[in-house]
Every structure is written in structure tokens, then in C-alpha cells.
């Protein structure tokens, strides 16, 4: 993440410089799906300039890549077949979650394959491109990664800490039962691993093991000198969840006692925004390097028809990461289809989020859970160039006002509703790199908050002005 000054654009109204007391992470928006049918899905921002993107395809038979300069571009971006599966032997089967990386000047995709003769035989394997551009290059197999164990094995993925290379997968191991767990090892090239391999993780808890035992895609992001490994729990239906490992920069990580796993997942469906089945994430970073982007896939409905492997509708998604006040990530809900929604910090208590409680509209730090304060900017209700701000966790219920209080409220579809949910986004009164909402049918009326509440009021005072301030983040 990288502090400084930044520019908010909201609802068409650009702010000029951005003051000291500006987010360091200020807000980004995202339309999803950004493709469909496309699962484990892999977005990596290179020096280029260029986001590139790749993914399962439902085929099993194919390595896809795409690039374009915004993360919102890979969406309608042209899609180029790189590699395709072996007609015969290994590499011939089960083509599934590439990740494509760039290391020492070449590009790498690590991908997982069975064989004709046994589709199951899963085993890791890396493709090798020289080229500037790995869509027009010419790739080359460096064939399979070297495991202790020749074991059902997949989801390799590599980092880097501390100026170490190493390399995480899942892969079952009879001794410890059924299922997959995760391992950790050095690397001595982009595809060899070295020294000592650990099992850091181990499917034991219960929403670890619906449907099946299953630790698998791994993906890191590191901050303030810790190491987060996301990985996916469970059958790949609508039980399939997301878990986190942390581990200190400065510890040894090939020691499982490095390495603590939460109680419970992470990011986990979600009926109220119509997602289901969240996981296989990736990490990714917005386009001015300013917030971190999680990079996941999931379906938009619950109940799947057979063998959930089967199903093509896994579609890839973004949307914007958080960090709690200990350091840790907040990934919040799988967010409904469309817009991804934004966060507002207050001006002049800017540890304070704009959030609900009992579907009253305040402000607060450290809010839990996050999706409380998270809103979607939408065109405004009552129209004529106003917005109106959805609640990212109780879709179809917006911030509203009435007897001058701000409340949380389903839209009932009355023109008093549509008129009380519908404000004009105007440059920050204290700062305009913030924003300032004006109520549409109370003119001259602002929200802001007063004793952490929120208000529609007239504004005379600098004091009040700073109440009505607020940051995209």
C-alpha cells in the first residue's frame, strides 16, 4: 500500500489535490462478473503496465490468457489460448487453476494436470516464456514439479519473503487420511523445489471438511511484517469458503508452528447478495497500487445439478481488500453482482466509518462486520443527477432520511422513499477531495454526523462542514 496524496472522482464531481488527511487507500470500484466461467481465476499487474489474466477454463483442456491495462478491461479483453492439453500421457487431462508469474526477467505458469490414461494422476507442472509479451511468445514445458510424495497434488503457487522463493500447493498424503492438505518448501529454480518440505495446514475443522477434507489455493499477501495465506475449504458447492494462515516475515516458515489458522473461514457465501461458494482466490492490486484487490470465484445461485466439477458456471470476481486495525485483512462478504461498493471515512474523525446499526446510520471505528459500512453508489432513486447509497449486505435497503435522521431502510418503492434516498455528491466542503452529500428534497441539507450520529441538517460552521465531509475509501 503506498500513502500519499490522492484524486476522488464521485458521481462525476473530481476533487482537486488530496490533503494529508486523505486515505492512503482511497476508493475503487469494480463491475462484476468480471468473466464468466472462468474459475481459480489469476490476475497479475506487471511493470508493463498490463494486468494479465488467467483461469480455468470449464473444458479442462486449456491454458487462456489475457491482458489489458485496467482490471475492469481484462473483462472485454481478447482471450488467446497459450497451451493446450497432451493428446496422450501426462498433461493430458484435468488442465486446471494456471497462475501465471514473471521471475527473473521470464514468465512462469504453474498449472495442475492429470493424465489420459488417469485423469485423476493431479500432479503440478510449469510452462516457460522468454518473451516481453507471453500472449505473442513462445512457451515451453519445464515439466512436472518434483514432489516428495507422488500423490494427488495441485494449486502450486509461489512468493517471496525476505528474498526467499518458495512454493505452496495442496496435495493428499495417505498417511495423514483422505484429502488434500498444504505444503510449503524452498525453491531452487522457478520449477524445482529444495531442502525441507512442510505440512502447515490440515483440513480438521468442520467447515473444512463439507463434502470432502480439503485444504487448497493457496495465495499470500504480505503486510507490516506478516505473511497471510488465504487457502479454500470444502466441496467445491456452495460449502466451498475461504480460510487464512498467518505467519510473522521473520519466522521461520518452514515450521508448522509458524503458521496459525483462524477459528473459523473468512469469506464464506453469502444468500443476502446472492453469492455462493467463494474461494480459490488470488491476490491483485488496484490500478494506482493504492488498494489491495482479492481475486476469487464463486456462483450465483446455491443448488447445483451432480458433481459440482461438472458445473461451468464458476465466474471470476474483484473486489477490494480491507485491513483491520491489528493489521489483519478484512475481506468482508462476496459483494452482490454490479458495482463493488465503497467505504466513507469520516473528515474529522477519520478513524470513523459510516456504517448501520439497527438500521440506524452513524459513524464508528473498527466496525464488525465490515459490510456494515460498506454502501454501492448507485444512480440516484428520484433521478436528475443524484445518487443513492445501497447497503452492500442488505441489498435493495439505502441510507435514507426521515424527521432529519439518517436510517438504513428497503426501498418501498414510494416516491417519498425514492426522494429521502436520493442526495447530490458535491465536492467536499471541508476538503474537496472528499465528498459532501446534499439531501434532494431538503436542499441546503447535508448529512453529517453529530454526537456519531447521522443527521440531515443546514451547515453554518466550519464545524459543521468537517460533520459533512466524508472519504471514498
Known amino acids: 500500500m503506498i500513502a500519499g496524496s490522492a484524486t476522488a472522482t464521485v458521481a462525476g464531481v473530481t476533487a482537486g489535490p488530496a490533503h494529508a488527511a486523505v486515505p492512503a487507500s482511497p476508493g475503487v470500484t469494480y463491475t462484476n462478473t468480471l468473466a464468466a466461467q472462468r474459475a481459480d481465476p489469476h490476475i497479475f499487474k506487471h511493470t508493463d503496465g498490463f494486468y494479465y489474466f488467467t483461469a480455468t477454463v470449464p473444458a479442462y483442456d486449456r491454458i487462456v490468457l489475457r491482458r489489458a491495462t485496467t482490471i475492469q478491461g481484462l473483462a472485454s479483453a481478447a482471450e488467446t489460448t497459450i497451451w493446450t492439453k497432451h493428446t496422450s500421457g501426462e498433461m493430458g487431462a484435468h488442465i486446471w487453476a494456471p497462475e501465471i508469474h514473471f521471475i527473473d526477467g521470464k514468465w512462469y505458469v504453474y498449472f495442475a494436470a492429470g493424465a489420459t490414461n488417469d485423469i485423476w494422476k493431479i500432479r503440478p507442472y510449469v510452462l516457460e516464456c522468454a ?52 505444503y510449503l ?82 469469506f464464506t457465501s453469502n444468500a443476502a ?41 464458476r465466474r471470476t ?12 485483512p478484512d475481506f ?56 443513492s447509497l445501497e447497503s452492500a449486505n442488505f441489498p435493495g435497503y439505502y441510507l435514507r432520511h426521515k424527521n432529519y435522521e439518517v436510517w438504513v431502510e428497503k426501498n418501498d418503492g414510494t416516491a417519498q422513499f425514492r426522494s429521502d434516498a436520493s442526495f447530490t455528491a458535491r465536492a467536499g466542503l471541508a476538503d474537496s477531495a472528499g465528498v459532501s452529500y446534499e439531501s434532494y428534497n431538503a436542499p441546503g441539507r447535508y448529512i453529517r454526523h453529530y454526537n456519531h450520529l447521522l443527521h440531515v441538517q443546514a451547515l453554518s460552521t466550519a464545524t459543521d462542514r468537517a460533520d459533512a465531509t466524508f472519504y471514498l475509501q
Open 317 to 328: 470476481r474483484v473486489q477490494k481488500i480491507y485491513w483491520k486495525a491489528d493489521g489483519t
Open 273 to 313: 447478495t446472492g453469492q455462493y461458494g467463494p474461494g480459490h482466490n488470488q491476490f491483485t492490486v488496484s490500478e494506482d497500487g493504492r488498494s489491495d484487490i482479492l481475486v476469487y470465484h464463486d456462483r450465483g445461485y446455491k443448488d447445483i445439478s451432480g458433481d459440482p466439477l461438472n458445473d461451468p458456471n
Open 131 to 182: 518473451a516481453a509479451n507471453p500472449i505473442t511468445g513462445t512457451w515451453t514445458e519445464k515439466g512436472r514439479i518434483a514432489l516428495p510424495l507422488d500423490t494427488f497434488s495441485l494449486d502450486a503457487t509461489t512468493f517471496v519473503v525476505n528474498g526467499t522463493r518458495y512454493l505452496s500447493w495442496a496435495q493428499n498424503d495417505p498417511a495423514v487420511g483422505s484429502g488434500t492438505n498444504l
Open 332 to 387: 468482508g462478504i462476496p459483494v452482490a453482482d454490479g458495482l463493488t461498493p465503497i467505504r466513507l471515512s469520516s473528515y474529522n474523525a477519520p478513524d470513523r466509518f459510516i456504517r448501520h446499526w439497527e438500521y440506524r446510520a452513524r459513524i464508528e471505528a473498527n466496525v464488525a462486520p465490515l459490510a456494515d459500512s460498506q454502501f454501492r453508489t448507485v444512480t440516484g432513486l428520484a433521478g436528475s443527477g443524484t445518487v
Open 185 to 266: 518448501a524452498r525453491m531452487s529454480s522457478p520449477w524445482a523445489i529444495t531442502g525441507t518440505t512442510v505440512r502447515i495446514s490440515t483440513p480438521t475443522a468442520s467447515w473444512e471438511t463439507i463434502g470432502h477434507r480439503v485444504n487448497e489455493g493457496p495465495a499470500v499477501i504480505q503486510r507490516n511484517g506478516k505473511v497471510f495465506m488465504t487457502f479454500s475449504a470444502s466441496a467445491t458447492d456452495a460449502n466451498y469458503c475461504m480460510g487464512l494462515l498467518t505467519a510473522s516475515a521473520s519466522a521461520d516458515l518452514l515450521k508448522a508452528s509458524s503458521w496459525a489458522k483462524t477459528a473459523g473461514p473468512v
